[in-house]
């Protein structure tokens, strides 16, 4: 893994407020060595590439193995219980760690840092600061501040902050994430985000366009927009489909996704950038939630089933082969065996590519949990879970049956994991699908002829007609 260091004329400048101020580190004062650690969904990855800049920018060596650093992060989720359950565990471990390490310091950043507050340090008092997902900036300051005294803690949210004039590292590859809106306003009843990341805002487009231009530079083939719901995505000027067109006029860039939009932001605007942009992928992932109108009220989710039916049927209807993925919650206050149906029926009819499936997790602060009886048993939702679960893995592997003799485009990304002579890449449909290597190269967009599938993977062999 080779970080890229973006230097500091190459950083968009837009804020009136200077980049962090470079902490200086004191002379004689042992190297600090980085190490983070992510939990959660891309946009902590995101993150954790922008702590990676701001910490690199300030003097710090980031590593990638936990033994070779005296600087531990952990970048957190908060979205269901058992990630936090996840973080507090590593936190025991990293205790002991501390006990035998004198000089290692713990940091405890983002969602569930946000989430738990002092919860935290009475669960874990050895941790030595703790972050919010808008304090990244004060990141060198709370690491050069560490003393033997109260833990620092730092959970501003600020609707202001977007960091858009902070130049994040990314570890070399074929696909960036590339942030474009922070926060979100939606507020269903279940999830913690808008609590955790506050107020929705939008990063300008001509910043963004020249980030794209950069990855272009750096190597990368292929960006994923990122936000919590990315297609509203507003700057004051400009939605979410001039963003799409915008960013296809950047020469180079072979691939544009995002992810995740909310169905009730689907514009015809977005669907119609989706259709006439061919670098825009046929991919999207459209969280569901759940098939019943009841149950979708409860959530808040601002659309009714027989709506997002007919979103999906005008979306497949304009934009050919579209590849769709999905995220399901079973078991929330008030799913009736006859709403589950609801939702087994549905995926059933939409016939997904994929889907996140999750059993539903009340969580502390949000609108369910101080309103709503979460009254379906963990032992029901798992019988729920494992239904949905069946009926996708079926659904997803006779799609990809159907791809059987098809030749399909792969940008290839490096090493299949399970056998060196083969490359793994990804189908403009997101499909994952390894072939032999022969003189195929990372970065390259080749065809490939699918010969065998799993539920989750394409197998192929390289065809040489060119693109
Ligand atoms: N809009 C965001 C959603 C983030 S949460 C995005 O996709 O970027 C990702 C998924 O976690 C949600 O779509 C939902 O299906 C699930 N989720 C959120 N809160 C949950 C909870 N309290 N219990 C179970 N699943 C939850
Ligand atoms: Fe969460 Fe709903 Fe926003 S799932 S991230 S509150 S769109």
């Not at 200086?24 to 190297?31: E, K, L, V, Y």
């Not at 809106?181 to 999830?191: E, I, L, N, P, V």
């Not at 008030?334 to 589950?340: I, K, L, P, Q, R």
């Not at 159907?402 to 030749?407: A, F, K, Q, V």
Request: charged share 25%.
């Amino acid at each position: 893994m080779n970080p890229k260091i973006p230097t500091e004329t190459q950083l968009p400048l837009y804020k009136a407020a200077p980049p962090s101020e470079p902490v200086n580190i004191t002379q004689g004062q042992a190297a600090r060595r980085v190490y983070i650690e992510t939990y959660g969904c891309q946009m902590n990855v995101s993150d954790s590439e922008l702590m990676s800049g701001i910490l690199t920018r300030n003097g710090y060596e980031m590593v990638d193995r936990l033994e070779n650093a005296n600087v531990v992060l952990l970048n957190t989720c908060a979205i269901r219980e058992n990630a936090e359950e996840k973080v507090l565990n590593r936190l025991k471990h990293l205790d002991h760690r501390k006990q035998v390490q004198s000089d290692l310091v713990l940091g405890v950043c983002g969602c569930m840092a946000q989430h738990m507050k002092t919860k935290l340090i009475d669960a874990a008092p050895y941790v030595d600061f703790v972050l919010g997902p808008d304090a990244y900036r004060n990141l060198p300051m709370a690491i050069n501040s560490v003393t033997t005294g109260d833990p620092f803690l730092d959970l501003t949210l600020d609707k202001g902050e977007d960091y858009a004039d902070l130049a994040p590292i990314r570890v070399d590859g074929v696909r960036a994430w590339l942030t474009i809106q922070r926060g979100c306003d939606k507020m269903c009843t279940f999830c913690i985000v808008p609590f955790v990341r506050g107020r929705e805002r939008s990063i300008p487009m001509h910043l963004l366009v020249d980030d794209v231009k950069r990855l272009v530079d750096e190597g990368f083939k292929e960006v994923v927009l990122l936000g919590q719901t990315v297609n509203s995505y507003n700057d004051g000027t400009h939605n979410f489909g001039d963003l799409l067109f915008a960013m296809s006029e950047v020469e180079a860039i072979e691939r544009i996704r995002f992810t995740s939009p909310h169905p009730s932001d689907a514009t015809d605007a977005l669907i119609e950038a989706m259709a006439s942009c061919d670098k825009v992928c046929n991919q999207i992932h459209l969280p569901l939630q759940s098939g019943s109108t009841k149950v979708l009220k409860a959530m808040r989710r601002t659309y009714t089933a027989e709506a997002y039916r007919e979103l999906v049927a005008k979306m497949r209807a304009r934009i050919p082969n579209l590849s769709i993925s999905t995220d399901v919650i079973v078991g929330f206050c008030g799913e009736t065996e006859t709403d589950f149906m609801e939702t087994y029926n549905l995926m059933a009819e939409i016939r997904y590519d994929s889907a996140f499936m999750f059993k539903y997790s009340s969580r502390e602060g949000t609108l369910a949990d101080k309103t709503l009886d979460d009254d379906v048993s963990d032992k029901e939702k798992g019988c729920r879970l494992r239904e949905i679960i069946e009926l996708q893995e079926g659904i997803s592997h006779e799609i990809n049956q159907g791809l059987i003799g098809e030749t399909a485009a792969v940008l290839v990304e490096g090493e299949s994991r399970r056998d060196p002579n083969r490359y793994q890449g990804k189908t403009d449909g997101f499909k994952t699908t390894v072939f032999p290597k022969e003189n195929s190269q990372v970065g390259d967009l080749v065809r490939v002829k699918v010969e065998s599938v799993t539920a989750h993977t394409l197998i192929g062999s390289l065809v040489a007609a060119p693109l």
